[in-house]
């Protein structure tokens, strides 16, 4: 999907993967790299998109393993103006960079959507646990949040300027999914991250119900959150 040009001309593109199911369903996009040194997402969405169980697909997956193109080349969080994508929605077609990736996102992918899914980590040297973040008042919301299966969901609110926040406006549902940390792969993260859209894509409707589904412990609840840090310098 285009979004904007180079100095030289070439088309800057935001890769994207569709399944259609056989039959009509919900349409559900799956999102990671919205910032750009948040990478455990991208492996989540390439496994997926691997996975033989989309051949029954109910529906349509909408699969976008890197938003921000820009900072996953540079390896950085933001965009080269220095903008936090996900501060900029809803955007504008003639704005700044990241307005008009921002509008064009929002625009060819989320408003095209039923439900989403929106992939994250911590941020640099920062590990977050397993989590679902998520405005549980919302229409929707929380039964996919407790179909995904995280240890904990933060019942949390809607910060303006983000991709949840004008999804919501729309009446879109759309979970966040934290877990690790930025520019690593973190292999339980990427699993639970799989079983978690997997889960949310069966409770939709979108996969048949497991045939031998496991029992998961109910999810904690929070309503805030802190970092744990550590009381002395060394090295872990």
Request: proline share 6%.
């Amino acid at each position: 999907m285009p979004v904007a040009q180079r100095l030289t001309a070439g088309d800057v593109e935001i890769p994207v993967g569709i399944v259609h199911g056989r039959t009509s369903g919900p349409r559900l996009f799956v999102s990671a790299a919205l910032h750009g040194d948040e990478i455990n997402g991208t492996e989540i969405v390439r496994r997926l998109l691997r996975m033989p169980i989309l051949k029954r697909l109910r529906g349509t997956l909408i699969a976008v393993p890197v938003v921000n193109v820009y900072g996953f080349v540079s390896q950085t969080r933001y965009l080269p103006d220095r903008r936090d994508l996900n501060r900029s929605f809803p955007g504008s077609a003639k704005g700044s960079l990241a307005a008009r990736l921002a509008s064009t996102f929002l625009r060819e992918i989320v408003e095209q959507s039923t439900h989403g899914i929106d992939l994250h980590t911590g941020s640099l040297h920062r590990v977050n646990l397993p989590q679902i973040r998520a405005t549980l008042s919302s229409p929707g919301v929380e039964t996919m949040a407790r179909a995904f299966g995280a240890p904990v969901i933060l019942d949390a609110g809607l910060r303006e300027g983000s991709l949840r926040s004008e999804a919501s406006k729309r009446n879109i549902p759309v979970l966040v999914y934290e877990a690790g940390e930025a520019l690593r792969f973190d292999e339980i993260s990427i699993r639970a991250g799989i079983k978690g859209v997997v889960s949310v894509m069966r409770a939709l409707g979108m996969l048949a119900p497991a045939r031998n589904p496991r029992k998961v412990p109910a999810a904690v609840i929070a309503n805030r959150s802190v970092w744990v840090r550590a009381p002395e310098t060394g090295i872990l």
